[in-house]
């Protein structure tokens, strides 16, 4: 008997909550009053990639005892002074030193706790070279090297494994590269977070929105976008129905269902639906979801289609089910206007910097600026000097984002303006593009 499933039968009543924390970092509440403290998830983050901790509570102490040992070592108490002045009279302005993530004290709230998980099981398993900020001249790697001795190493904990294995790779890939680059690290991580955390969320919400799809290992789901200054068009199929649309258009996108389906999921295991797939089940436990099935359909006057035999089927019917009583004309809650305000929370506080409204050429669509094509260009590349622009596409595609004729052709336009293409020969038939780092 499936203890976790025998519980959630119990919860299934008139005021029946849905809780879909354990994968999903957006509540059923208005974009500003999500409380994601991006401050905390950017702590985690370092904490993994620098394998170190502070136990100081505020920056001001923190810069209060950095300044304290460089006026105490005699290496370099002849700088104290200007050191002060130059960094430490406005503290506010700006961040001293990058090593001042790892101090947060703040309470973390559901959804920032969801989100740091989330990061903890993509970059399970990331392996980072000693991570030393130098600066920009002498004074700065006095500051940065002091504030590191403050800091103490740590045992990273193993985490769960994450629902999108693909993207997990590929986020692991991705800040193994810079943080082997401390300065790009400093300058691009909050970014790449920003990507990754917008990935995650459409990604998930399309694997999960397939009948067929969601019982597999998540793989890269077609997801077009347009390029900064781009036109687009109706007629342009792939951007204009595989792409915001296809994510987000009101009731019918598939982020519509990741609230529900998640939350009817936590009811079955703590683990992704994938991974329960792929094991063995026993007829009990298919019949301990049917009646978890019928007890919805009981509670909330929904026709039951009878006992399944077969373990997908189960779990599609009750998704079937649970979606019902998200539905507008549900009067027995308010669990419509949650789901809504689930997905404006995504729109808002994702994907606000990977949208654009073209109005009559077929309002929202996704949309990629200058700034982060070439920063995922160059993790693309890594360490390689060059690369076909075709496999630069490729690399795009793996990690989520998918590109039309037009859009590629807008790509390699953003190539040549800047100068990293080389063209072995006059046809074009071979394109290589060069990292700009």
């Known amino acids: 008997m499936n203890e976790h499933l025998i519980q959630s039968k119990n919860r299934v009543s008139s005021n029946y909550k849905n809780n879909a924390a354990r994968y999903l970092p957006i509540g059923p509440s208005l974009p500003t009053a999500q409380n994601l403290n991006w401050n ?4 985690s983050l370092c904490r993994n990639i620098f394998s170190l901790e502070c136990n100081i509570q505020t920056r001001k102490e923190f810069y209060e005892n950095i300044l304290r040992d460089i006026k105490e070592n005699r290496h370099t108490k002849d700088l104290a002074t200007i050191i002060e002045k130059v960094y430490f009279e406005n503290t506010e302005s700006f961040e001293i030193t990058p090593y001042s993530r790892l101090i947060n004290s703040e309470k973390v709230h559901a959804r920032t706790k969801t989100m740091v998980d989330v990061f903890d099981a993509m970059l399970c398993g990331l392996t980072t070279e000693n991570v030393d900020f130098i600066g920009n001249n002498f004074l700065e790697e006095i500051v940065n090297n002091t504030a590191k001795q403050l800091c103490n ?6 985490s769960k494994a994450p629902y999108l294995p693909f993207l997990a790779k590929k986020c692991q890939e991705d800040f193994s590269f810079i943080s082997a680059r401390p300065e790009l690290l400093n300058e691009s991580m909050e970014h790449l977070i920003e990507i990754y955390a917008f990935l995650y969320i459409t990604q998930l919400s399309l694997h999960l929105y397939s009948p067929k799809l969601r019982f597999s290992e998540p793989t890269s789901q077609e997801m077009y976008f347009i390029l900064e200054g781009e036109k687009a068009s109706k007629e342009r199929h792939f951007t204009f129905l595989k792409g915001y649309k296809r994510v987000f258009e009101k009731d019918v996108g598939a982020s519509y269902d990741i609230f529900p389906h998640l939350g009817y999921l936590e009811l ?7 991974a329960v797939s792929q094991q063995a089940h026993e007829q009990v436990f298919i019949d301990q979801i049917n009646e978890l099935n019928s007890s919805f359909c009981n509670e909330f006057n929904i026709h039951f289609a009878g006992n399944r035999t077969s373990f997908e089927d189960a779990i599609n019917d009750g998704l079937t089910y649970h979606k019902e009583i998200f539905k507008e004309n549900n009067k027995k809650s308010e669990r419509y206007r949650a789901n809504q305000m689930v997905c404006t929370a995504a729109t808002t506080n994702f994907a606000s910097n990977f949208k654009v409204n073209k109005g009559r050429a077929g ?3 996704f949309q990629l600026s200058t700034k982060t094509v070439l920063l995922i260009t160059n993790l693309i590349i890594g360490n390689k000097k060059k690369l076909l622009i075709d496999d630069v596409v490729e690399g ?3 990690r989520g984002i998918y590109f039309d004729l037009k859009s590629k052709q807008a790509l390699l336009a953003i190539y040549e303006n800047i100068g990293n293409v080389i063209k072995l020969s006059d046809s074009g038939d071979a394109v290589y593009v060069t990292s700009t780092i």
């Open 268 to 274: 079955i295991a703590t683990e992704p639906l994938w």
């Open 363 to 365: 309002g929202w669509y």
């Open 396 to 398: 795009f595609n793996e």
């Open 40 to 43: 905390i998830v950017y702590k």
């Open 153 to 158: 190493e740590i045992v990273k904990i193993k």
